[in-house]
């Protein structure tokens, strides 16, 4: 196996542990890219989706900007946002929050909407406010579903802050297009396989906050 | 004016392209794949319902798939395909099948037992039953699939410049730094979103053509349970 021979040359290398070019650093980077687009992303998307959902409102509006958000493309974005913002953290954000809006958006909505409403009619005739049943009782019963808004918007963002090595920032897409241009095969795939893994670590990382977040009973139905 | 539109719509020598051929680079690029995706899911969901205790590790392994990106896929992909076409799309088909198997499962389990059984009492074998009953039926939740793979796979092509001047519209963005040309990149950005607009529209298009029995109004109620797995 020609690529594993490479993964092990590149993972055993001491030089690619230490220093700011070293793994350790890339992928701490590349972990900060991602929370801070995924909390940019999640403090659009989730307030909006909750709202819109929970009156059953504004379906048509969300599918339009999710589709509008899923025809800009990323990578032409990034380029784009550099030539106009010039090098820096912004123009990495805004393709990747474009990215991760419409799953958060599409996914909350669509998952408050699915909340079976004979428990919400009982909590309004009880003479709960709308903001606790929202809370307190369409919320619990729609998170394993936002949760998977949320994750798949998390691996996408993962999986495109790569192309922010590609305007000059680091990150763990700093050895793919690095070794790209090198020549040196070992550097990218040793690059595309961290990030193939965090990937990972992220599904498994969303896996788990399900097991804890979610209420047993809504996870036997 | 004029000279904006003809600066905007001249491609570099080096892309051996016009703008009309890239566009259409871009589009085989993106389509073949979801067609090749199609095709794969339509069997594997098939035996996904005929076998439930299959659809979930289908769906984990698809899941894990699609979690690797795509310019890791790429390049693992050139040590066997070489800086080609292919490299691109062959990621691209395997992502379509994290979107189009949950689809099509949904679709055709959603075909309600009466029916079924209506089927089976007119004397429908169970190939024409797929094929005459179950799919139309689960046709607007597969369009919905559809959509989202064919517009992010229009979108993805793009990073395909990175291995080789592989990514069709994509390519431009390179070439707009080189030669330093802005237009150009704006070319590929409004190039792309539009052709993605454009197929979207159209697949609603064929949805409406493909299901004359359903209202145009309750077309977007019907097709939301596909929209949830396909927000990814």
């Given at each position: 196996?020609?690529?594993?021979?490479?993964?092990?040359?590149?993972?055993?290398?001491?030089a690619h542990w230490q220093g700011?070019?070293?793994?350790?650093?890339?992928?701490?980077?590349?972990?900060?890219?991602?929370?801070?687009?995924?909390?940019?992303?999640?403090?659009?998307?989730?307030?909006?989706?909750?709202?819109?959902?929970?009156?059953?409102?504004?379906?048509?509006?969300?599918?339009?900007?999710?589709?509008?958000?899923?025809?800009?493309?990323?990578?032409?974005?990034?380029?784009?946002?550099?030539?106009?913002?010039?090098?820096?953290?912004?123009?990495?954000?805004?393709?990747?929050?474009?990215?991760?809006?419409?799953?958060?958006?599409?996914?909350?909505?669509?998952?408050?909407?699915?909340?079976?409403?004979?428990?919400?009619?009982?909590?309004?005739?009880?003479?709960?406010?709308?903001?606790?049943?929202?809370?307190?009782?369409?919320?619990?019963?729609?998170?394993?579903?936002?949760?998977?808004?949320?994750?798949?918007?998390?691996?996408?963002?993962?999986?495109?802050?790569?192309?922010?090595?590609?305007?000059?920032?680091?990150?763990?897409?700093?050895?793919?297009?690095?070794?790209?241009?090198?020549?040196?095969?070992?550097?990218?795939?040793?690059?595309?396989?961290?990030?193939?893994?965090?990937?990972?670590?992220?599904?498994?990382?969303?896996?788990?906050?399900?097991?804890?977040?979610?209420?047993?009973?809504?996870?036997?139905? | 004016?004029?000279?904006?539109?003809?600066?905007?719509?001249?491609?570099?020598?080096?892309?051996?392209?016009?703008?009309?051929?890239?566009?259409?680079?871009?589009?085989?690029?993106?389509?073949?794949?979801?067609?090749?995706?199609?095709?794969?899911?339509?069997?594997?969901?098939?035996?996904?319902?005929?076998?439930?205790?299959?659809?979930?590790?289908?769906?984990?392994?698809?899941?894990?798939?699609?979690?690797?990106?795509?310019?890791?896929?790429?390049?693992?992909?050139?040590?066997?395909?070489?800086?080609?076409?292919?490299?691109?799309?062959?990621?691209?088909?395997?992502?379509?099948?994290?979107?189009?198997?949950?689809?099509?499962?949904?679709?055709?389990?959603?075909?309600?037992?009466?029916?079924?059984?209506?089927?089976?009492?007119?004397?429908?074998?169970?190939?024409?039953?797929?094929?005459?009953?179950?799919?139309?039926?689960?046709?607007?939740?597969?369009?919905?699939?559809?959509?989202?793979?064919?517009?992010?796979?229009?979108?993805?092509?793009?990073?395909?410049?990175?291995?080789?001047?592989?990514?069709?519209?994509?390519?431009?963005?390179?070439?707009?730094?080189?030669?330093?040309?802005?237009?150009?990149?704006?070319?590929?950005?409004?190039?792309?979103?539009?052709?993605?607009?454009?197929?979207?529209?159209?697949?609603?298009?064929v949805r409406v053509l493909l299901?004359?029995?359903?209202?145009?109004?309750?077309?977007?109620?019907?097709?939301?349970?596909?929209?949830?797995?396909?927000?990814?």
């Amino acid at each position: 196996m020609n690529v594993l021979n490479f993964v092990n040359a590149f993972f055993s290398d001491s030089a690619h542990w230490q220093g700011y070019d070293g793994i350790p650093a890339r992928l701490g980077e590349h972990v900060q890219y991602t929370l801070e687009a995924l909390a940019l992303a999640a403090a659009i998307g989730l307030p909006i989706g909750l709202v819109t959902g929970h009156y059953g409102r504004g379906g048509n509006a969300l599918s339009l900007v999710a589709t509008a958000g899923r025809a800009l493309p990323s990578f032409g974005l990034l380029v784009l946002m550099t030539t106009l913002l010039g090098f820096g953290m912004l123009p990495v954000m805004i393709p990747l929050v474009v990215l991760a809006v419409p799953p958060i958006l599409v996914t909350t909505y669509e998952a408050m909407r699915s909340v079976d409403p004979s428990p919400v009619d009982a909590a309004r005739g009880m003479g709960m406010h709308e903001s606790r049943i929202l809370f307190q009782v369409e919320l619990p019963v729609a998170l394993p579903l936002i949760l998977s808004g949320l994750r798949s918007a998390a691996i996408q963002i993962v999986s495109t802050a790569t192309i922010a090595a590609y305007v000059s920032l680091g990150g763990l897409g700093r050895y793919i297009v690095d070794g790209l241009y090198q020549r040196n095969y070992e550097k990218v795939v040793g690059g595309a396989t961290l990030v193939a893994v965090l990937a990972l670590v992220t599904l498994a990382l969303f896996w788990a906050v399900a097991r804890v977040a979610v209420s047993p009973g809504v996870r036997r139905s | 004016m004029s000279e904006f539109l003809h600066d905007f719509f001249d491609m570099p020598s080096d892309l051996q392209h016009s703008w009309i051929g890239l566009v259409g680079l871009h589009l085989r690029e993106a389509l073949l794949p979801v067609a090749a995706g199609l095709l794969l899911a339509l069997p594997i969901a098939q035996l996904c319902i005929r076998f439930r205790w299959l659809y979930p590790p289908v769906l984990g392994v698809t899941t894990v798939l699609y979690a690797v990106p795509s310019l890791a896929f790429f390049v693992v992909l050139i040590n066997y395909t070489g800086q080609t076409e292919l490299t691109v799309m062959i990621p691209l088909a395997v992502y379509s099948l994290v979107v189009l198997v949950p689809a099509i499962v949904d679709g055709v389990r959603s075909v309600p037992q009466e029916t079924l059984s209506a089927a089976t009492a007119m004397g429908f074998g169970p190939v024409r039953r797929y094929f005459q009953v179950q799919l139309p039926i689960a046709v607007p939740a597969i369009i919905a699939g559809l959509r989202v793979a064919t517009v992010s796979s229009i979108s993805l092509v793009s990073v395909g410049m990175l291995i080789g001047n592989q990514g069709a519209l994509g390519n431009l963005l390179h070439d707009a730094q080189i030669y330093n040309r802005p237009e150009l990149t704006w070319n590929s950005v409004i190039t792309t979103a539009l052709l993605a607009i454009l197929v979207d529209a159209l697949l609603v298009l064929v949805r409406v053509l493909l299901t004359p029995w359903m209202p145009s109004g309750s077309a977007g109620r019907r097709q939301a349970p596909a929209l949830k797995d396909a927000a990814r």
